[in-house]
């Protein structure tokens, strides 16, 4: 299950990571990100989806190049 559609950027990235992690294109796409309104976000099941595709698409930033590319 996905976000409502107004959550796609997060819902496209999340399903994306694998791609763009192995390019090594991922912080580029995660810039790219436009800055949504997590109030739009509805109930428990919204909230914990939207804090999993997050928490996915940050530990792709931080670990995107390994230990030698660790984003300060």
């Known amino acids: 299950k996905l976000l409502p559609a107004y ?16 390019e090594k294109t991922f912080r580029q796409a995660v810039d790219r ?3 949504l309104d997590h109030n739009k976000l509805t109930g428990h099941h919204q909230l914990r989806l939207a804090h ?19 984003v300060k």
């Open 52 to 70: 999993l595709q997050l928490a996915l698409i940050t530990c792709g930033y931080v670990w995107q190049n390994g230990e030698a590319g660790v």
């Open 7 to 22: 959550f796609d950027p997060w819902n496209d990235l999340a399903t994306s990571l694998p791609i763009l992690f192995k």
């Open 33 to 35: 990100l436009p800055l």
